[in-house]
């Protein structure tokens, strides 16, 4: 495979264009805020890319067309050494899924993903009939202290996303509820590319159904507007909470997409398709 440089990652953004959701995680490689690699057939046109995040969100853009190459991508995916623990690999094209799960049979699971298109007027309803945040509670901007408790005590996977807690806040945002000095409700942006920002809500369990993520989540969406960024929402297809609070944010829900995923441990790839029904499909 031939990867690009830095400088060359723009060569394969047609190759994203028109499609019914938007691969934050890919063009956050390209635009250089996130760190990842670019893969293509050809250096100067190139006709079929993947475009991998260092945080496991693959992206297989193009036509597929080059058999070399395609089998270049699959020896890559098959090796484990090259992921951490996991990957979800998107594409583009139904065709291309087709081709590239015909050399992943056994390998790989197929999940389904929602994706919703931002509505600004139902954003601003929403913000008509917001609570007030009850007492006792804080809402905060995530900077590099908070960041920095967030990925140690409650998301360590964030090391992956954001290579320094001052890496986050030169490209990332985000905003939590405090009780106490814990967190109670966190919405960071997990993706930022393309002129959008990926949404990621989390609630401790034992504050949730109060109201809190929706809060935090309208505080991450009034930065992105008075920033000039799409907030953007995905989600399994399955998990029915997130898709209420998606549109209970402003988010209408059009179109369910199919991914491949692999993880190491099977246990947790069982347990996953029986959390959101999976299994009885």
Known sequence: MIELSDEEYIRVLPLLKNQAYEPVFAYSVIDHNQSGKVFVDHRENPATSLIVNSYGQYLLAGNGSDEHFMNDIVEYLLNEQNHSTYYDLYVTTPELLSLISERLAGRTVLLHRSSFTFD??????????LKALPEHYVMKSMDDTLFNKYRNEMDS?????????????????????????????????????????????????????????TLTGAAFIEHCLKHDVVPNYNCDAGNQRSIQLATKLGFVRNYDFPMLWWHQDKIIISNYLEKFNYSNQ
């Open 120 to 129: 600004p007027s139902r954003f601003q309803n929403l913000k008509t009939t």
């Open 157 to 213: 996977s964030y090391d992956s996303l954001w290579n320094s807690s001052q890496h986050f806040i030169e490209r990332g945002f985000g905003y939590c509820i405090m009780m106490n000095d814990h967190f109670a409700s966190v919405c960071n942006s997990f993706f930022v590319g393309g002129g959008y920002a990926d949404i990621d809500i989390v609630t401790v369990d034992e504050y949730q159904k109060q109201g809190l993520a």
